[in-house]
């Protein structure tokens, strides 16, 4: 059965960190892009980043210089990642997604969805 799942969400405080983990099943992530998408309460689905099966990979400004992915283990089936400096802001459902391909797109390019591991920032 091809899936997605994350884990590794929770509550941690202003400033603090979390690494989520995406974890496929059925298939290896080598040919495909990668994408983290969050959704906060009240808030449309968002992009987070898009890892590229070359390993480039492209940020939203929001999380630039907070939040990085390692997308490779020896048998390329996990994504990690980090999260950094948290802020209330960040807040949200996190979902990894994947579509096979060399490049980014909208979240409607996305063959593969996680369930979502919640995120919740707060003192």
């Known amino acids: 059965q091809v899936q997605l799942v994350e884990s590794g969400g929770g509550l941690v405080q202003p400033g603090g960190s979390l690494r989520l983990t995406c974890t496929a099943s059925?298939?290896?992530?080598?040919?495909?892009?990668i994408g983290w998408f969050r959704q906060g309460p009240g808030k449309e689905r968002e992009g987070v980043l898009c890892s590229r099966s070359d390993g480039s990979t492209s940020y939203a400004d929001s999380v630039k210089g907070r939040f990085t992915i390692s997308r490779y283990n020896a048998k390329n089936t996990v994504v990690y990642l980090q999260m950094n400096s948290l802020k209330p802001e960040d807040t949200a459902v996190y979902y990894c997604?994947?579509?096979?391909?060399?490049?980014?797109?909208?979240?409607?390019?996305?063959?593969?969805w996680g369930q979502g591991t919640q995120v919740t920032v707060s003192s």
């Open positions: 059925g298939f290896t992530l080598d040919y495909y892009a």
């Open positions: 997604a994947a579509f096979l391909g060399d490049y980014c797109s909208g979240s409607e390019s996305y063959d593969y």
